[in-house]
């Protein structure tokens, strides 16, 4: 992801994570067709063929992922208003002092939470 958000900068890369009980397998890296650095739009054809590899992998829709290049490092108004997976994480990649961070949230009812993010090696 990392990676992604970085080639995409100054625009907003976004993404999905497929894996099994809360440990990603693997990063949807998706064209954002709002083509901006203030929102994203996932192409619909490319989100669905997306579904479809994680159901024949027998992966979870696991996240959404996607950057500020420019900040906020927690959700926007944009992205509480039109997020549309209440019960999915969504990862927002910042940038600080050159350097990206990532932060979990979950986004309902025009609010967010922050969740805690964990990492394995």
Same mark, same amino acid.
């Given at each position: 992801?990392? $990676?992604?958000?970085?080639?995409?900068?100054?625009?907003?890369?976004?993404?999905?994570?497929?894996?099994?009980?809360?440990?990603? $397998?693997?990063?949807?890296?998706?064209?954002?067709?709002?083509?901006?650095?203030?929102?994203?739009?996932?192409?619909?054809?490319?989100?669905?063929?997306?579904?479809?590899?994680?159901?024949?992998?027998?992966?979870?829709?696991?996240?959404?992922?996607?950057?500020?290049?420019?900040?906020?490092?927690?959700?926007?108004?944009?992205?509480? $208003?039109?997020?549309?997976?209440?019960?999915?994480?969504?990862?927002?990649?910042?940038?600080?002092?050159?350097?990206?961070?990532?932060?979990?949230?979950?986004?309902?009812?025009?609010?967010?939470? $922050?969740?805690?993010?964990?990492?394995?090696?």
């Amino acid at each position: 992801m990392r $990676a992604h958000v970085t080639r995409e900068a100054p625009l907003e890369a976004c993404g999905l994570v497929a894996g099994k009980k809360a440990h990603s $397998a693997y990063i949807y890296e998706m064209e954002n067709e709002a083509n901006s650095p203030v929102r994203y739009r996932i192409p619909p054809k490319a989100q669905l063929e997306a579904f479809m590899d994680m159901e024949a992998n027998g992966w979870e829709f696991l996240a959404i992922y996607h950057s500020h290049p420019l900040g906020p490092e927690m959700p926007s108004s944009t992205d509480l $208003a039109e997020a549309a997976y209440p019960e999915t994480v969504q990862l927002i990649w910042s940038s600080k002092a050159g350097e990206w961070q990532c932060q979990g949230f979950r986004i309902a009812s025009l609010s967010s939470q $922050a969740i805690r993010l964990e990492t394995t090696q």
